[in-house]
């Protein structure tokens, strides 16, 4: 009692004191278990870093960067020739090489002898008609010259080579000669005063080669033109229908019909031809062989 007496008598003043202080310090041992060594702050940074890792999405955590992928993986392959195209390719250059390309021809002469026979026809029969009046045959050396197909103005021969046959001499009565094309110097300006190539490149033939077989035909003698290239020199009577008055001295040109045709083997070391054809008045017909050997 006599205790009690004494701490009731403390001054009011000395108990707000007392009990602020005590307030502290059980404050302080508070804040002591939560310092930085302590248990619940480490309860707390595992909770902390537990429910980040819970927050992430799945995916992301397992899902890898990928690699920039390099030059050599984005890279345009080369493209390889397939079987086909290469198999094209070494035969087009088998066969140049081995001279059956059009353009292993260019520059080709052959030389032969040619035998020519011709149907002779007039038109002294008493009604008018067309009938024979004689035949002949007749042998010629002769010559087959190859050549780059022929340019003049904007226009080249769509032929694979340039073509000149001749047999015999122009002048001699019985030759015969073949030009598939030939250029020719016209008027600088047409009908109507406008300018134009004065090189007129005229076709007369149309020349298929393949596989040394030679398919050619007059398409165009060019009579129009009055550019006659393709001829069969063969004299003609002093008068019409009178025999017994004798010939033309030297012949007479006459102008091969479209549809003349000169076909057979043609290849880099010789030729062996046939030709066919008539004129284009209808007094000779007339067909021969040439064999020719390449020089």
């Known amino acids: 009692m006599a205790a009690m007496t004494r701490v009731r008598r403390v001054p009011t003043d000395v108990r707000v004191r007392l009990i602020a202080t005590l307030c502290a310090g059980l404050l302080c041992a508070s804040l002591a278990g939560c310092g930085k060594h302590g248990t619940p702050e480490a309860a707390s940074s595992t909770a902390s870093a537990s429910t980040l890792a819970s927050a992430a999405p799945s995916s992301a955590a397992a899902s890898t960067p990928e690699a920039t992928p390099s030059v050599t993986e984005v890279a345009t392959p080369t493209e390889t020739p397939t079987t086909e195209e290469a198999t094209a390719a070494a035969t087009e250059d088998t066969v140049s090489a081995g001279g059956s390309a ?5 520059g080709k002469a052959y030389s032969g002898t040619a035998s020519i026979s ?11 008609s067309r009938h ?15 050549g780059r197909p022929e340019s003049g103005g904007d226009q080249t021969e769509s032929n694979p080579f340039s073509m000149l046959f001749a047999a015999g001499n122009p002048a001699q009565a019985g ?9 020719s110097t016209v008027s600088s300006q047409d009908l109507a005063g406008n300018y134009r190539d004065p090189n007129l490149l005229l076709t007369y033939w149309n020349i298929d080669w393949s596989g ?12 129009r033109e009055a550019i006659v290239l ?15 008055l004798g010939q033309m001295p030297g012949g007479f040109p006459h102008a091969l019909a479209a549809g003349t045709t000169f076909t057979g083997r043609l290849d880099g070391s010789g030729a062996s031809l046939t ?3 008539s004129t284009t008045d209808g007094v000779v017909a007339f067909k021969f062989t040439f064999d020719g050997t390449a020089s």
């Open 212 to 223: 040394g077989e030679l398919d050619a035909r007059l398409t165009d003698p060019h009579d």
């Open 102 to 106: 059009a353009s292993a021809l260019w």
């Open 275 to 277: 030709a066919e054809g």
């Open 132 to 146: 024979l009046a004689d035949s002949q045959t007749y042998s010629m050396n002769s010559t087959l010259d190859l």
């Open 230 to 244: 393709n001829l069969l020199n063969w004299p003609g009577l002093l008068i019409a229908c009178r025999s017994d």
């Open 118 to 128: 011709v149907d002779i026809y007039d038109y002294c029969s008493t009604d008018g």
């Open 175 to 183: 030759a015969v000669s073949f030009r598939s094309s030939s250029v």
